[in-house]
Structures are given as C-alpha cells and as structure tokens.
C-alpha cells in the first residue's frame, strides 16, 4: 500500500552544517508534498509545499534560504536544512496527499538536534 | 483563517474505559481528517471524514459539518491508544489546519 517514507530519522549536526531530510512516497506519486515541524508537545505546523518541477510554497515567516525545499520527481522531496543552528533543532515531518479523497499521510519524522 | 479547537487537551483513562474528543471549526470546511501520533511522532491518519459516520474497529468518528463539529470515540481504550490525537480541517484548496490536539494517556 501507499507509504510515505522519511529519512534520516535521526540526525545530530554541529552548528553551521547542513542537513538534508528526505521523504520519498511508496507506492504512489506524489506531486505536492508538505513539510511540518513539530515543537515539543506542539500541534504541527507547516512550513512548506512542495511542487514537483516547481519552487516549493512558504509559509509566512519560514526562511526560504534557511529551508531549502527540492521536489525533483514525483516520488521525492527534499528538505535541507542550511547553516543549521541550535533553534533549528526540532522534528521534522513530511507529508503527501493519496488518492482522490486526498487523505494524508505522514513520514515517520525526523528529529533533528543541532550542537 | 479558519480556527480548529479540540477539547479536551489532556486526558486520562483507565484501560477498558470509553471516550469522546472533539473537534470544533470555526467555518465550512470540505476535508477533515482525524489522526493519532504516537509516543514515537509517527501519525497515522486515522479517518478522512468531512460529513458522516465511520468506524474502524473500536473507533469510530461523526463530523455534523452543519454545526462545524466533529467527534472521535474511542471505546475500550488500550494502553496502545496512548498519544496525540489532531484533528485537521481544509477549506477550499488550502492546506489542512491542524488543531493543537488532545493528549491521551491509557494507564494499565
């Protein structure tokens, strides 16, 4: 069936790196994805669309340089997290639409600590 | 935009024991999704239910679009319900709104 597959699911990275994040879906194609962050004991919040072969949707506030967002197929997005710092530390989620009833399904997340 | 209240925040059960989350918007939406995170962060979507009844083993869930509510029952509850349950909400082409969710502890 329809998966939405998300790695790393753990990542620990040293100040001013970069990390990528991918969320690749199973089964399906997805030509929108989303991506969530996930403070701790906080709802979601959504920082991003993806557009297969298109530049991804920001959200107010969300820093397109600091979050680059890469849609190349219909099965892959990417998320790179870019000069990380230790606010960035937080869980990541990608998400994608299946089917016409649009239901949505989530990566398995990844949590992201910068040091 | 359109606001998402769920109710209650935090909840206790004893295992067996049955319960009801809600979920208020605050205008006409036509996708509503129901679903749970556990103690891991994964998220199963546990129903799309923008008007009706469904249910799904001990689950079940009742969106009275009308009213701008919908419910999530959990009967018999295990100690495997344990988590968040978020309930989201789409108004035309937007991307869903998540509620801020109910907190659900199942203890033995």
């Known amino acids: 069936g329809a998966v939405v597959s998300q790695h790393p699911s753990r990542v620990i990275c040293k100040s001013g790196t970069s990390v990528k994040i991918e969320c690749r879906s199973l089964d399906f194609q997805a030509t929108t994805m989303f991506w969530y962050r996930q403070f701790p004991k906080q709802s979601l919040m959504l920082m991003a669309t993806?557009?297969?072969?298109?530049?991804?949707?920001?959200e107010q506030g969300v820093e397109k340089d600091k979050f680059l967002i890469n849609h190349a197929s219909l099965t892959l997005s990417t998320l790179t997290v870019t000069s990380a710092h230790p606010e960035d530390s937080s869980f990541y989620i990608c998400?994608?639409?299946?089917?016409?009833?649009?239901?949505?399904?989530f990566g398995q997340g990844t949590r992201l600590t910068v040091v | 935009g359109i606001q998402v209240e769920q109710s209650p925040p935090d909840l206790i059960l004893q295992e067996g024991a049955n319960s009801t989350l809600r979920c208020n918007f605050s205008?006409?939406?036509?996708?509503l999704q129901w679903f749970h995170q556990n103690p891991w962060g994964q998220l199963i979507n546990l129903f799309y239910?923008?008007?009706g009844t469904k249910q799904n083993g001990r689950l079940s869930a009742t969106t009275v679009a009308t009213e701008r509510y919908s419910l999530l029952y959990i009967s018999s509850s295990q100690t495997t319900d344990s988590g968040v349950y978020f309930c989201a909400v789409e108004r035309g082409n937007t991307p869903l709104v998540f509620g801020k969710g109910t907190r659900l502890s199942v203890i033995a």
């Open positions: 239910i923008p008007s």
């Open positions: 993806s557009n297969e072969g298109s530049k991804a949707t920001y």
């Open positions: 998400s994608a639409t299946v089917g016409a009833r649009q239901a949505l399904l």
């Open positions: 205008d006409s939406v036509n996708n």
